[in-house]
């Protein structure tokens, strides 16, 4: 058995789970089907979103905020972080742009979360 706390909503169910005898998973302590299926996913395909900065090539600004545009497998963390530590961004581009297309083949994007360089 595995115990979570629930980030599927904001009330923050302590969550149980464990397979039954038929290898299939049983949630309890949850108030809504949100919790099953994030305590599901934990299990079987953890993934999480990375908030980083990448660096610049204006002085003024040394770094930009960036973010991937979609959870990624919690097991290319440190794969997606590398990536980011090569990138030198030499653009003037603003929120929502995409710095990354397709990090790593994952089908994601790293994605500028500010207007910074544009001022």
Not at 5 to 12: A, K, T
Not at 16 to 36: L, S
Not at 106 to 113: E, N, P, Q
Request: a positive charge; hydrophobic letters at 40%; charged letters at 25%.
């Amino acid at each position: 058995m595995k115990e979570l706390v629930c980030i599927g909503c904001p009330r923050g169910c302590q969550l149980k789970i464990e397979k039954n005898n038929r290898d299939e998973w049983v949630v309890t302590g949850n108030t809504c089907k949100r919790g099953e299926a994030f305590a599901i996913s934990e299990m079987t395909a953890p993934k999480r979103t990375i908030c980083s900065v990448v660096k610049t090539a204006f002085p003024e600004t040394p770094v930009l905020p960036v973010r991937v545009s979609a959870d990624i497998p919690k097991e290319r963390i440190f794969d997606v972080m590398a990536q980011l530590r090569t990138v030198t961004v030499t653009e003037r581009i603003g929120r929502g742009d995409v710095v990354i297309p397709n990090v790593l083949g994952l089908g994601v994007d790293i994605i500028a979360t500010s207007n910074i360089l544009r001022t």
